[in-house]
Each structure stands twice: as C-alpha cells, then as structure tokens.
C-alpha cells in the first residue's frame, strides 16, 4: 500500500443497525407448523414439540432450552424424497467468508492502494448485504468513495467489478489450493442425493466464477459434473429476493414446494421460504446468532456429530410434514 493511503476504521455498529442477538438455545433443531408466511418477529419462542404419527399424534412438553430430537432415528421411516436438494454456497459447502472472502477483498483493496480495511465484526456486519459488489457499494455509499474512484455512477459500477473481479481471483487461488476445506457432511449428503435420483444445485449470491471452483476443486469433477449452478448475477436481484431459488426450480423442472434448501443465514432462509421452499439451515461462524424462527429445522452443521444428524431422509419427512410444532 501506498506510504500516504489511510486506512478506514469505522464500527460495524455505526455502519449498519445491529440485529437483536437471539437467545442460544441447546436443541439443534426447530421446527415450525403452517406460518411459514409469517416474517421471524411474528414467532415467540417455541415450548412444546408434536410429533405426528398415522392415526395417533402425540405431544411432548419439554422446555425449549432442553429440547433434542433424534433426526436420523425418526426420519428413517419416510418413504417421500425431495425433487432437488438446493445449496447456497459461502458458509454451507465451505466456510468461506472470514478466511476467505474478507481475506480476499482486503487484499484486492491494499493492492488498489484503496486505504480500506474490513476487520471480522464490520464483515459481519456487511454481509447482511447480498452480494459482493452490492456490499461494496454500500460500503463506499455509507462511508466516502476513495479518492481513487471515479465520480460518475456508470463509471463507479465499472470500479466495482473491477474490484470484484480482482477479489475473485484472489478468492479462487485459495480454493484451487484447497485451504478453505468442505464443511463435514456436506459431500455425504450430496452422495445420498445422486444415488436416490435426488436433483443437486448450488444457489449463491458469489460470482459464478468462485462457486464453480469451490464445487470442481473440493466436490471433484465426478460430482462437480452433476451439480447445476446458479450463482452471481443469474437473477437481477439477489437474497433475500427468491429469484434464484425460483430459477433453479424453474430449471430444473421441479415445483418449489418439493425443494429443500440448505442455508446459513437469514437472508437466505428468507429468500428460500419467500420460494416456497422447505429450508433448513446449518449455523456458520458469523450467522450463529441470527434468527432463524422460521426455518423447518436447524442443525450446527451437516456432519455426523455423535448425537444427532440429518440425511435426504429427513428432508423427505420434512416434505411430509411428519414434525410440526
């Protein structure tokens, strides 16, 4: 960087209003009944959970800070299926963001001698935007433009690429290097998919560029040849719209309502069930804390952790509806 750049330093809290952190909760998975329609301040917190079996249906009483199901267990009956198992990518396949993508933007903005540092809160703060341009923009909207970038829109929009298209090249060394590994379970579910006939598709707001190279480099070519993706400006808007849930869908021949997403942030799960979409979300490092009330389950991760877990199984009960609240 240049000797007479400057490095912005601004708090995430007076860049964007900070969301009301979610009481944690011990039980890995939630669900809800039939107010998926219903935006997450509409919910209270959760005290019982109904099981409903063929003829009978029984009710559990149990305090939401205890509750646990036994995913793989209870789901092993259902004999429904998704029509297409749809992952977003940054924090589902891989966690990418704090490692990955902010490294990356860093770099590309000492590179440009831009005078821009984003620190792991203000990153967190920014990705409650969709997209990385779009979050650049934003960015240089709210805090200044530096002195180095144009002063037309036009011109600033081409700025913006340019940066972006830096930042993913930079991005996918890393991940043709294979430093930023798979999430666990993540290749095991994509496998029970294939082999139950089950559609798979990647849906993200990143440059197509980038998810493509996460999806050959760390899925392998075999699966990689087998994934349809839907990634970057695909759609004119990005998550939370659902255009690109909508999109894939459309695509690949499927009705919304026989998709399952997988998804680590609130805006995603927004953009999934504004789709129609069953949805469930697997927490990442920066979103732990969101809210994700309406989700129809949510897991710490995908993996096969001793005492819970789910498979295409339990996303087909889901379909089912055999767990409502």
């Given at each position: 960087m ?21 009481p ?8 809800t ?14 005290s ?17 800070r ?12 259902s ?45 967190g ?16 909207n ?148 969101e ?12 993996g ?5 877990r ?16």
């Open positions: 240049a000797g007479t750049s400057s490095i912005i330093s601004i708090s995430s809290a007076s860049l964007f209003t900070p969301t009301t952190p979610q944690k909760t011990h039980c890995l998975l939630k669900h009944k039939d107010n998926d329609h219903l935006p997450p301040s509409s919910f209270t917190t959760l019982s959970l109904r099981i409903s079996k063929p003829k009978t249906t029984t009710r559990v009483n149990v305090p939401p205890t509750r646990r199901l036994s995913c793989s267990a209870s789901a092993s009956s004999s429904t299926l998704p029509s297409a198992l749809l992952f977003d990518c940054d924090g589902v396949l891989v966690d990418t963001e704090k490692d990955g993508h902010r490294i990356s933007f860093n770099q590309t903005f000492q590179e440009r001698n831009l005078g821009v540092t984003w620190d792991v809160d203000l990153y703060e920014l990705l409650k935007i969709g997209g990385g341009k779009e979050r650049m923009t934003a960015y240089f709210k805090t200044g433009w530096p002195a180095n970038a144009p002063a037309g829109e036009q011109e600033r929009k081409e700025f913006v690429a340019s940066l972006h298209k830096q930042k993913t090249e930079l991005f996918m060394a890393l991940i043709e290097k294979k430093l930023l590994p798979l999430r666990p379970g993540v290749a095991k579910i994509i496998d029970q998919a294939f082999a139950q006939g089950v559609q798979v598709a990647v849906c993200s707001t990143s440059n197509e560029k980038a998810v493509s190279a996460i999806v050959s480099f760390l899925l392998g070519p075999e699966r990689a040849e087998k994934i349809k993706i839907f990634a970057g400006d695909v759609v004119p808007r990005k998550k939370p719209d659902p255009a690109i849930y909508l999109l894939a869908a459309s695509t690949l021949g499927v009705e919304p309502s026989r998709c399952v997403v997988v998804e680590d942030s609130a805006i995603g799960l927004a953009a999934a069930k504004a789709a129609g979409m069953t949805c469930i979300v697997t927490k990442s490092g920066y979103t732990e804390d809210d994700f009330l309406n989700a129809d389950a949510v897991f710490d991760c995908i096969d952790p001793p005492e819970e789910f498979d295409l199984a339990f996303c087909g009960s889901l379909l089912e509806k055999q767990y409502v609240s």
